[in-house]
C-alpha cells in the first residue's frame, strides 16, 4: 500500500513540476522579454504586475473554438498536440531534483530522456502535414531538415559528459560531478544546450515557425487549446532542456548545504537556464536555413567530437 | 585584435542593460500622462467672447466649423438709438475632420477660441465627435492659465509707452496709474 | 500467465496489428504514423525482455531518426494528405505477394513451434539481461571489431549519402544529366510538367 | 515467459514486412516494408539472447549494430528516392524500367535522355 501511496505522490510531484515551471517560464519570459525592450509586459491579469497572465490565456484558449481545417488529415491533426507535449512530461520522470528527489533514478536516463524527447519531435511533423496549409508543410520540412541536423551534437554533447561520469544514469552523473568540469565539459555544455534550442524551435533557431516568412510553421492552423497546448510544449521542453543541463553541465543539486537545500539549487540553477533562453531569443535575430545548418555541421559537431576526445583522453589518464 | 563572439557578446550586454533601465511605458488609464504645457487636445469656445465674425470657419483648412447666427436689436437707451447684434445660435466643430492645426484660434480676433489639453473625448459613434457650442463651453474649464511672460523676452509695446510715460514729469502729464504689463487684458 | 506475459502478448498484437495497417493503409502518411506504433510496441517488448539499452536506442535511432527521416522524404516526395490510389500493386501481384507472405509464416511459425516448444525464458531473478553497463562491456570487449566495421560502414554511408543528394560534386556527364537547376527552380518545374 | 511469444511475434513481424515489400509499389513504403523486417530479426536476436543468457550478450550487440545498419540504409535509400523523385517525378518502383529490354512501354514513359537534353 505505501508503495503505490508513494508512486502517487512521486507522479503528482512531477505533474505539478510539469505544470507550474512551464507557466513559470512563460511568465518570465513575457516580463523579461518586456523589459528588454523597455516595455512593462502584463500589467493587468491577477492584480500584482499581471502574475496571472498566462492563467488567463489558458482561459482565454479554452473559450476559442477548436478549429479543424476541411482539408485537413482529422485524426493526425488532432493527435499531434499531444504527441508534442507528452513526452516532455515523462522525460521529467527521470531528471532528479536534489539528492534521492527523483521519480524514478533510471540506469539509462540520459539516453531515456534524449529518446523521449526525440519522439516529442514528431508533433510537429504531424500537425504539420496534416494540416494541409502550404506554410505548415513548409515549416515541418524545416523542422525535420532541423532536427536532423542538430540530434548529432546534441547527442554526442550528451554523450561526452556520460563518458566522463562513467554512467548514464542521470543521478549518477550529478553525483559524479566536481566543479573543475565546469571548464572541462564547458564545450560539451554550450554545444548541448544550443543544440537543445534548435530542437525546441526557439529564437534564434526558429526557422520552422518563422512567423515572418511561413506565418507560424506547423502551427498555422492550429487554434483554442491545441494552439495551447503546442504552446505548453514548447514552454516544458525549455524546462526540460534546463534542467537536463543543469543536471548534466552544471552539477545539479551539488552547493552549499547541498544534503537539505539541494532541490533549491537545481531549481535555481534551472530557471536560470531558462532566463538565458529568454535573453537569447530577445538579444539575436533569426539565423538562415544556410547558416543553421553550417553551424550544426561545420560548428557545433566538430567541437562535440573534439570534446569527445578530449573527455576520452582526460577518463583515461585518471584512471 | 578581434575576439570571436565579441558580437554576440555586446548583443547580449545590450539587451541586459536595457532591461536594468525603467522602461518607457506609459501605464495610461491608471496614470495620466504628464502633458507638455501648450499640448492641443481640444478645442474650447469662450461664447461671450464670440462676435459671429465667422474668420475662424472661413480659416479652417478641413471646413469643420459650423457657424450660425442671427441678428438682434436692442432696443435703444435713453438718449440712444438701437443697435443690433450678433447672437450665436450654433458654433460647432466636428473634430472628426479637425487637424488641430490651430490656425481658428490663432485668427479668432476675439480670444473667444482656446486650447485645451483634454483628450479624453473618444466616442463610438463619429457624429458624436461634433461638439456643439455647450460641449465646447464646458472645455473652458480645462482651459490652463495662460504661460507667464518670459521675464527675458521683449516687453510688450504697451509696457513700453506706460514707462515711458512714467519717465516724463509729472506735472507735464495729469498723474495716471501706469497698468503692470502682465497683468493686462491682452495676455492670454 | 503472469503479469508480464499478458503485458507482452498485448504490446504483440499491437505490434502486428499496425504493422499490417504499415502495408495495407492508403495514406502515405499514415503507413510512417503506424510504423511508430509497431516500433513503439516492439521497443516495449524489449524493455519486458529486459533488454533495456537496447529498447531506448531503439526508441531513439528509429523513431527519433529513421521515422523522422521517412517522414521527410514523405514530404519531399509530396504525401497527398487523404486516399492515394498507386500504392499498391495490381490486385494479381497482391495475391501473390500475400499467398508467398502467409506461407513464409506459416512456415517460420510452424519451424519455431515445432523447435521451441515448452522453452521458457527465465525472467524471474532480477537480473537486467540488457543492462547499459553489460551491452556496452559487450561492445567494447568482445565486439569491438564488427563495432569499428561497422563505424567505417557508416563513414560510407554518410560520404554515399551525401554524393547522391549533391548535384554539384561531378561536372562530367553524369552531373550534367543531373541538372544544374537548384531544387526548388526544380520542384517548380516539375509542379508544370505535373499539373 | 514461453520463448515461443517473441519468437512467433517476430515470425508474424516477418511475414507482414514481405507482404509489403512484394505488394507496395512505392519506394518509401517498401523502405518501411524492410524495417518491419529488420525488427522482426532484432526481435529475434534479443530475445534468443535472453533465453540463452548470453555471457557476450551477441545477441544484443547484433541489435544494436542491426539498428544502425538500419539508420543508414534509410538514409541512403532515402536519397535514392529523392533523386529518383527528383528526375523523374514519382516513386513508384513500377514506373523504373528504363533498362528492361525492349519495352514498348505506356505511351506516357518519359524518355528521360531527350528530356534532360531538351533541357
Known amino acids: 500500500m505505501t508503495d503505490v501511496l508513494e508512486v502517487a505522490l512521486r507522479v503528482a510531484l512531477v505533474l505539478g513540476v510539469f505544470l507550474v515551471l512551464p507557466l513559470l517560464v512563460g511568465q518570465t519570459e513575457h516580463k523579461a522579454m518586456a523589459h528588454m525592450q523597455s516595455r512593462l509586459g502584463p500589467m493587468y491579469a491577477g492584480g500584482f504586475h499581471g502574475w496571472a497572465q498566462l492563467v488567463a490565456d489558458g482561459v482565454k484558449f479554452a473559450q476559442k473554438e477548436d478549429i479543424v481545417p476541411t482539408a485537413a488529415d482529422r485524426v493526425v491533426f488532432k493527435l499531434a498536440p499531444a504527441v508534442a507535449l507528452i513526452p516532455y512530461l515523462i522525460a521529467l520522470v527521470a531528471i532528479p531534483l536534489g539528492p534521492g528527489v527523483v521519480a524514478q533514478d533510471l540506469d539509462v536516463g540520459v539516453f531515456f530522456v534524449l529518446a523521449v524527447m526525440a519522439v516529442g519531435v514528431l508533433g510537429p511533423l504531424m500537425g504539420g502535414w496534416a494540416s494541409a496549409n502550404k506554410f505548415s508543410l513548409l515549416g515541418a520540412l524545416r523542422t525535420a531538415a532541423q532536427l536532423m541536423a542538430y540530434e548529432l551534437p546534441f547527442i554526442l554533447a550528451a554523450a561526452s559528459v556520460a563518458m566522463a561520469a562513467g554512467t548514464l544514469s542521470l543521478v549518477g552523473i550529478v553525483e559524479a560531478w566536481e566543479p573543475w568540469w565546469l571548464i572541462w565539459q564547458l564545450p560539451a555544455a554550450v554545444v548541448f544546450f544550443v543544440a537543445g534550442l534548435a530542437e525546441l524551435q526557439r529564437p534564434p533557431f526558429d526557422m520552422p515557425v518563422a512567423d515572418s516568412e511561413i506565418i507560424f510553421g506547423a502551427f498555422t492552423e492550429y487554434t483554442g487549446l491545441r494552439f495551447a497546448l503546442f504552446l505548453l510544449a514548447e514552454y516544458a521542453g525549455i524546462v526540460v532542456l534546463c534542467a537536463l543541463t543543469t543536471v548534466l553541465f552544471l552539477g545539479g543539486w551539488h552547493g552549499p548545504y547541498d544534503d537539505v537545500l539541494g532541490w533549491l539549487w537545481t531549481l535555481l540553477k534551472t530557471m536560470v537556464l531558462a532566463f538565458v533562453v529568454i535573453w537569447l531569443r530577445v538579444s539575436y535575430p533569426r539565423l538562415r536555413e544556410d547558416q543553421l545548418q553550417r553551424l550544426a555541421w561545420q560548428g557545433l559537431v566538430p567541437i562535440a567530437l573534439l570534446q569527445l576526445a578530449l573527455t576520452g583522453v582526460v577518463v583515461v589518464a585518471r584512471t | 585584435m578581434k575576439i570571436p563572439g565579441a558580437g554576440l557578446a555586446k548583443g547580449l550586454t545590450v539587451t541586459m542593460r536595457t532591461m536594468t533601465k525603467r522602461s518607457v511605458t506609459q501605464q495610461y488609464p491608471e496614470v495620466k500622462p504628464e502633458l507638455p504645457p501648450r499640448s492641443r487636445g481640444v478645442i474650447a469656445l469662450l461664447e461671450e467672447n464670440c462676435t459671429v465674425c465667422m474668420l475662424c470657419a472661413r480659416e479652417c483648412p478641413d471646413w469643420c466649423i459650423y457657424i450660425d447666427s442671427h441678428k438682434e436689436t436692442i432696443p435703444a437707451p435713453p438718449g440712444g438709438r438701437e443697435r443690433q447684434r450678433n447672437v450665436l445660435d450654433r458654433f460647432d466643430i466636428d473634430f472628426s475632420l479637425c487637424m488641430y492645426c490651430g490656425i481658428c484660434i490663432e485668427v479668432c480676433p476675439f480670444d473667444a477660441l482656446f486650447w485645451s489639453p483634454e483628450f479624453e473625448y473618444s466616442e463610438l459613434d463619429i457624429r458624436d465627435l461634433t461638439h456643439g457650442k455647450d460641449r465646447l463651453g464646458e472645455w473652458m474649464a480645462t482651459v490652463p492659465a495662460p504661460p507667464a511672460h518670459d521675464g527675458h523676452g521683449v516687453r510688450p509695446k504697451e509696457v513700453d509707452a506706460a514707462l515711458k510715460a512714467l519717465d516724463k514729469p509729472a506735472r507735464e502729464r495729469p498723474a495716471r496709474k501706469p497698468a503692470p504689463g502682465p497683468e493686462s487684458e491682452d495676455a492670454g | 500467465m503472469t503479469v508480464v506475459e499478458v503485458m507482452f502478448a498485448l504490446l504483440g498484437v499491437i505490434a502486428v496489428g499496425s504493422a499490417i495497417l504499415v502495408v495495407t493503409t492508403q495514406h502515405l502518411v499514415h503507413a510512417a504514423l503506424w510504423l511508430v506504433v509497431t516500433l513503439g510496441s516492439v521497443a516495449g517488448c524489449y524493455l519486458l525482455l529486459s533488454a533495456e539499452f537496447v ?65 521458457r525464458i527465465d525472467l524471474s531473478d532480477d537480473r537486467v539481461a540488457g543492462s547499459t553497463g553489460d551491452v556496452g562491456a559487450a561492445v567494447f570487449r568482445s565486439w569491438v571489431l564488427p563495432f569499428e566495421v561497422l563505424s567505417l560502414l557508416l563513414l560510407a554511408a554518410l560520404i554515399g549519402a551525401i554524393v547522391l543528394s549533391r548535384r554539384d560534386v561531378s561536372a562530367g556527364p553524369a552531373g550534367a544529366r543531373m541538372g544544374v537547376v537548384d531544387e526548388f527552380g526544380e520542384i517548380a518545374e516539375a509542379d508544370g510538367v505535373v499539373r | 515467459m514461453p520463448l515461443l511469444m517473441p519468437v512467433v511475434l517476430a515470425c508474424l513481424l516477418f511475414a507482414v514486412g514481405i507482404f509489403g515489400v512484394l505488394a507496395r509499389r512505392n519506394a518509401i513504403l517498401v523502405l518501411m516494408s524492410v524495417e518491419l523486417m529488420l525488427n522482426a530479426v532484432n526481435l529475434n536476436l534479443v530475445a534468443f539472447d535472453v533465453y540463452l543468457r548470453d555471457q557476450l550478450l551477441a545477441g544484443q550487440t547484433f541489435t544494436l549494430f542491426v539498428i544502425t545498419i538500419a539508420a543508414a540504409e534509410v538514409g541512403l535509400g532515402l536519397a535514392i528516392v529523392l533523386l529518383v523523385y527528383r528526375n523523374r517525378e514519382t516513386a513508384q518502383l513500377d514506373d523504373l524500367h528504363q533498362l528492361r529490354e525492349d519495352d514498348p512501354g505506356p505511351p506516357d514513359v518519359r524518355d528521360d535522355t531527350r528530356e534532360t537534353a531538351a533541357r
Open chain 3, 55 to 119: 529498447a531506448w536506442v531503439q526508441v531513439l535511432i528509429y523513431i527519433g531518426a529513421v521515422v523522422v527521416l521517412l517522414l521527410f522524404g514523405l514530404m519531399l516526395t509530396r504525401a497527398p494528405i487523404g486516399q492515394s490510389d498507386d500504392l499498391d500493386s495490381p490486385l494479381g501481384q497482391r495475391i501473390a505477394a500475400a499467398v508467398t507472405a502467409a506461407s513464409a509464416g506459416a512456415v517460420l511459425v510452424a519451424s519455431v513451434v515445432t523447435s521451441f516448444r515448452g522453452e
